[in-house]
């Protein structure tokens, strides 16, 4: 095994261990873990992508923003460029729901690459629950109105993988079958 494969795996470890008592919010209460090991299989297996600094980081993406974990530990774990990435793909907790999502909208054409491919593999993944398993009391409205959240954030990545963004469209042409 490579030093890279190596991180990769100490990475789903560690986030493994941050998120254990969570769960997602769909009627199974299916273990968090699931979700980070999904965005780093789409950007691996769907977008062909092997750089371990996006891949550690999809791995880490929810740790700051879900559980206790800062970016110190991050960056002690895993070095400074891994936490300046998980960083930049975390929201604000302090500010509210409605302000948290505006800044994404605004955030989204600015970010680095790496952390817009992880914006890209994110909305993919929850569009994806919101289809097949999703949070189990919400609306068909309130899923429709997260797809039309998520499409606009994505709008400001276009450009940093046009395989992926295939990936985003092809979900969210599914808009329609919302129940
Ligand atoms: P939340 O932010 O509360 O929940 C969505 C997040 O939950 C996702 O981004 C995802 O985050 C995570 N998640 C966990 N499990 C699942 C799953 N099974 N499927 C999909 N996502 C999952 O909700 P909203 O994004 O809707 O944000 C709240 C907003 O919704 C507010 O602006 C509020 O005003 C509005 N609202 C609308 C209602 C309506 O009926 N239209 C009702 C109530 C609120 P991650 O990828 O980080 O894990
Ligand atoms: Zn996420």
């Known amino acids: 095994m490579n030093p890279s494969q190596a991180l990769i795996l100490r990475a789903a470890a560690f ?6 008592h969570q769960r997602r ?3 199974a209460s299916t273990p ?15 977008g062909g992508i092997d750089d371990p600094l996006v891949l550690c980081a999809a791995l880490l993406h929810d740790t700051i923003e879900d559980t ?24 604000d907790k302090s500010l509210s729901k409605h302000e948290r999502k505006r800044l994404q909208i605004e955030h989204a054409a600015h970010a680095s690459a790496p952390a817009q ?4 593999a994110d909305k993919i993944c929850n569009l994806r629950d ?20 998520s499409a606009r954030v994505i709008a400001g ?3 940093v993988h046009p395989g992926l963004e295939a990936v985003f469209d092809a979900v969210y042409a599914h808009v329609e079958e919302l129940a």
Do not use: C, M
């Not at 986030?15 to 254990?20: N, S, V, Y």
């Not at 491919?117 to 890209?120: A, P, T, V």
């Not at 919101?130 to 039309?148: G, H, I, M, N, V």
């Open 32 to 46: 968090y873990i699931n979700h980070p090991l999904a965005l780093a299989d789409v950007l691996a297996n769907e």
């Open 130 to 149: 919101l289809l097949q398993t999703p949070p189990k009391d919400w609306s068909a409205a309130r899923k429709r109105e997260y797809f039309e959240w």
């Open 25 to 27: 919010l769909d009627a």
């Open 68 to 91: 206790e974990t800062t970016a110190a530990q991050i960056e002690a774990a895993f070095g400074a460029q891994i936490a300046a990435v998980v960083l930049e793909v975390s929201d």
């Open 15 to 20: 986030a493994a261990e941050r998120h254990r």
């Open 157 to 159: 990545v276009r450009g």
């Open 117 to 120: 491919l992880i914006k890209l």
